[in-house]
Structure formats: structure tokens, C-alpha cells
């Protein structure tokens, strides 16, 4: 008996894969708050959250 594939730690390739994704910009954003009044822009924005190394941003809605 030798046909066990031995696929383990998967999750450390996939957080390495993640992190460079996000470090060449392909982060991967939730929206935290929809239709939040922005101050300096002076009206309505998005605020989304990348889940995996929480930066932030905003965008227009
Ligand atoms: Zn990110």
C-alpha cells in the first residue's frame, strides 16, 4: 500500500501565494461599509477591506 499522495500543508503554499498577490496589488477587497460619507472627498464612498493583509481603500459610489 504506497498510493497515498502526499498532498499536506497545502495552507503555507496558499498563504505565500496570497501574500504575493497582494504585494503586486491583487488584493482581494470586502466591502467593510457602502455609501460612507467621505469628508475630504466630500461625498459618498465604499470602504473595502483586502481579507487577507487588511488594507483599506475607498472608491466612489
Ligand atoms: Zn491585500
Given at each position: 500500500m504506497s498510493n497515498v499522495?502526499?498532498?499536506r500543508k497545502p495552507d503555507l503554499k496558499k498563504r505565500a501565494?496570497?501574500?504575493t498577490l497582494c504585494k503586486n496589488g491583487y488584493h482581494k477587497w470586502k466591502i467593510v461599509q457602502e455609501r460612507k460619507f467621505d469628508v475630504k472627498q466630500g461625498?459618498?464612498?465604499?470602504?473595502?477591506?483586502?481579507i487577507r493583509c487588511g488594507k483599506e481603500?475607498?472608491?466612489l459610489t
Open positions: 499522495i502526499p498532498f501565494k496570497a501574500h461625498r459618498l464612498v465604499t470602504l473595502s477591506r483586502c481603500k475607498t472608491t
